[in-house]
C-alpha cells in the first residue's frame, strides 16, 4: 500500500509512519518539517499558504491507496488564524487536489480531535467556515471573536461535519472517509493543551488513568485505513480511554 501521509515528522504521524513502514507500506510524508526515518518520500508543504499546498499537490506522485490527513496546531495564543489554516481550511484544499491522485477504494482518514464533539451546538458556525476561503478568515475571527480554543476547537468541529457532509460524493467517486478523535495524547504539544484546556484537562486523565499514547491512535488509524473497515464509511472514531463514556455518566447522573 502506498500512503500519502501529512503531519508525519512528530507525534501521532510519526507513530503512523513507524507502523506503515513495519506492516511493509510505503510512506510519502507532506510535512513542514522533514521526517528522519520511516518516510520513503518527503514533499515539503506549508498548509496555511495556499501556494505551498499547490506546489506539495503537483510534486506528489500517486496513485495513492490511503490520504491521511493528520497535520494540525494545538492552540497557541496569537495563532487562531494559522490553526484555523493548517486545521481545516489548508487541510480541505490539500485533500481535495489530492482526490485525483487516489486509487479507486481509496480510504481517507482525518485526524480531528475530541474537542470537536460539540459540533452540533455550534453548527452555525461551523456552516460558516466551511463556506469561507482565506479570504474571509481575519474578518470571520474578528468578527466572532474567535480566540486560540475557539479556533481549535472549531477546526475540528469542522473537520468532523466536513467528513460526514462529503461521504456520499466521495462513495461515488470510490473513496470513503473518516475521522478520528482523540483526547490528551502523549505528544510534545500536550503541554499546550493543559494550558490552553486548564484543569480539565488534568481532571479527565486522572479519571481515565493516563494519557493516550501516539501508537494507539495509530492503530486505529491503520485500521481505517486498512479493507478490514472497509464498510465503515463518514464516522467519527473517537480514542480516549472511556473520557466520553465518564462524562456522559455524569450527565445522565447515573
Known amino acids: ?48 499558504d495556499r501556494s505551498s499546498v499547490e506546489a506539495a499537490i503537483a510534486s ?57 464533539a460539540q459540533w452540533r451546538d455550534n453548527l452555525d458556525e461551523v456552516k460558516a467556515l466551511i463556506k469561507l476561503d482565506e479570504t474571509g478568515l481575519a474578518s470571520f475571527i474578528a468578527e466572532r471573536n474567535i480566540n486560540p480554543v475557539r479556533a481549535y476547537n472549531l477546526s475540528k468541529e469542522a473537520l468532523i461535519v466536513m467528513t460526514a457532509s462529503d461521504t456520499e460524493n466521495l462513495l461515488a467517486r470510490g473513496y470513503r472517509m473518516n475521522t478520528v478523535s482523540p483526547a490528551a495524547v502523549s505528544t510534545d504539544i500536550l503541554d499546550d493543551f493543559h494550558t490552553a484546556f486548564g484543569d480539565r484537562v488534568a481532571k479527565n486523565v486522572a479519571r481515565v488513568g493516563r494519557p493516550g499514547k501516539p501508537e494507539e491512535v495509530a492503530d ?32 445522565l447522573e447515573l
Not at 507525534?11 to 522533514?34: K, M, P, W, Y
Not at 521526517?35 to 514533499?43: A, K, L, S, T, Y
Not at 489554516?85 to 481535495?96: I, P
Open 1 to 48: 500500500m502506498k500512503v500519502a501521509l501529512t503531519g508525519g515528522a512528530t507525534g501521532i504521524g510519526s507513530a503512523v509512519a513507524e507502523r506503515l513502514t513495519q506492516q511493509g507500506h510505503s510512506v510519502h510524508a507532506f510535512d513542514i518539517q522533514q521526517p528522519q526515518v520511516n518516510v520513503e518520500r518527503w514533499i515539503e508543504i506549508d498548509l496555511s
Open 60 to 116: 506528489a506522485d500517486g496513485p495513492y491507496d490511503a490520504l491521511i490527513n493528520n497535520a494540525g496546531l494545538p492552540p497557541r495564543e496569537g495563532l487562531e488564524e494559522k490553526i484555523l489554516l493548517v486545521n481545516f481550511l489548508g487541510l480541505r484544499a490539500f485533500l481535495n487536489g489530492m482526490l485525483d491522485q487516489l486509487t479507486e477504494g481509496a480510504s481517507i482518514v482525518n485526524t480531528a480531535s475530541r474537542a470537536g
Open 220 to 251: 486505529v488509524i491503520l485500521f481505517l485505513v486498512s479493507t478490514d473497515s472497509r464498510w465503515i464509511k463518514g464516522q467519527d472514531l473517537v480514542i480516549d480511554g472511556g473520557m466520553s463514556a465518564m462524562l456522559m455518566s455524569d450527565a
